[in-house]
């Protein structure tokens, strides 16, 4: 049997009916710019997700650098972030000027760990950016109690949470509500995947909000008046129209998710680390992530896989702060040790919201036989 990462094209037979009138409504329209389906998607998410002002940018990683020129943060500043994460988290930190600075993560969620971004705060310090790996959120409580202290911004890099939910006192907030912007991802395979790139920034930050729509839009809220150099970084209209259709399933999608992860818990309990979930904690799922005791187990395991046609991955094999392109910031190994740990133990399995019970015993099995091989 052959298992992919992510079936998209299950989903779009589901929605088939509904995805081509959309498209066809906006290419009978011609609005391809700025259209009527991307004002409605940006009231949509912000209302489901609990935020005053969405604004739909080209992609994930422009969310990210937008969010942060927004709120001011640039040329001197540090930023403090995880270095278990996708590369567009930190290379747009450094694109706005700002110095990335790495703490190490949590062993049980593999998210940023408040107790190591404390230790990173220097007069320099202007944000905090966690990511919500895999689609677990990181731990929002401490990380807000810690930025009121030093009065640091947070911005959270929601690409693989949306629909994530944390419990915040007794308020359960969807992620990208709780710092003062959150970013989203549209890219095909993440929770909300649009028909190619896509991104989104939420904040109850009127300021910041306008700030974002000028940047989006070079710079300008008036034709040809320009109150600073911006970007050209909006939504397709064509993809808004998508988004909007697959918007209404989202909650729905993201349950089923939780579907297969309770399934592959069951199926996998004794042969690996299956996802932790914490209390005050809702997953979305966007990726399921087991972990070995050792990289031999794991790598074992992802050639065993590989051979019988499961797909599998792993994010992240080397952490940002031991690639080439951070060689400059002086870190070395050893530095961020919990991180150096997981990033040789983990792996991922398919993950979609239609997997199939057969697709998800199949995985099991295989890896089940790799796990019992004995080494020598
Ligand atoms: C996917 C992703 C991004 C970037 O999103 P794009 O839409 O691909 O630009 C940023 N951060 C994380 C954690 C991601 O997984």
């Not at 391809?32 to 912000?46: N, W």
């Not at 003062?180 to 991104?199: H, I, Q, R, W």
Request: neutral net charge.
């Amino acid at each position: 049997m052959k298992v992919v990462m992510v079936d998209l094209t299950r989903e779009y037979n589901e929605l088939k009916n509904d995805i081509d009138k959309a498209v066809s409504s906006v290419i009978n329209k011609c609005n391809f710019i700025l259209g009527e389906d991307v004002v409605k998607f940006e009231e949509e998410f912000g209302k489901l997700n609990g935020s005053k002002y969405a604004v739909s940018v080209a992609s994930g990683t422009d969310a990210l650098r937008i969010a942060l020129m927004a709120s001011g943060i640039g040329a001197g500043d540090e930023v403090i972030t995880t270095p278990f994460t996708f590369i567009a988290t930190t290379e747009t930190i450094s694109q706005v000027g700002a110095k990335v600075v790495f703490a190490d993560i949590e062993e049980e969620t593999y998210n940023i760990d408040p107790k190591s971004i404390e230790k990173k705060i220097t007069p320099k310090t202007k944000a905090i950016l966690p990511v919500h790996l895999y689609g677990h959120p990181a731990n929002m409580k401490e990380i807000m109690e810690i930025a009121q202290k030093h009065n640091l911004i947070v911005i959270e890099d929601c690409a693989q949470a949306f629909t994530a939910k944390y419990k915040m006192g007794t308020d359960w907030k969807f992620v990208g509500s709780i710092g003062k912007c959150g970013t989203f991802s549209f890219f095909p395979a993440k929770n909300l995947g649009a028909y190619g790139d896509g991104g989104l920034i939420t904040t109850d930050d009127e300021k910041v909000a306008n700030m974002i729509k000028t940047l989006r839009n070079h710079g300008s809220s008036q034709r040809y008046i320009y109150e600073t150099e911006g970007f050209n970084s909006r939504l397709d209209t064509i993809q808004a129209a998508i988004l909007r259709v697959k918007l209404q399933k989202i909650l729905k999608f993201t349950e089923m998710r939780n579907e297969v992860a309770k399934k592959y818990e069951k199926a996998l309990t004794g042969l690996c680390k299956t996802p932790v979930v914490k209390e005050g904690c809702y997953h979305s799922f966007n990726y399921y992530t087991i972990r070995f005791d050792s990289k031999e187990t794991r790598d074992r395991v992802s050639k065993h896989l590989t051979e019988n046609q499961v797909a599998n991955q792993i994010y992240y094999p080397i952490a940002l702060h031991l690639q080439k392109a951070y060689k400059h910031l002086g870190y070395k190994e050893g530095d961020l040790p919990v991180t150096e740990r997981i990033q040789n133990e983990v792996l991922s399995l398919p993950m979609f919201p239609q997997l199939s019970n057969e697709e998800i015993l199949y995985v099991a099995e295989k890896i089940k036989e790799a796990v019992k091989v004995k080494t020598i």
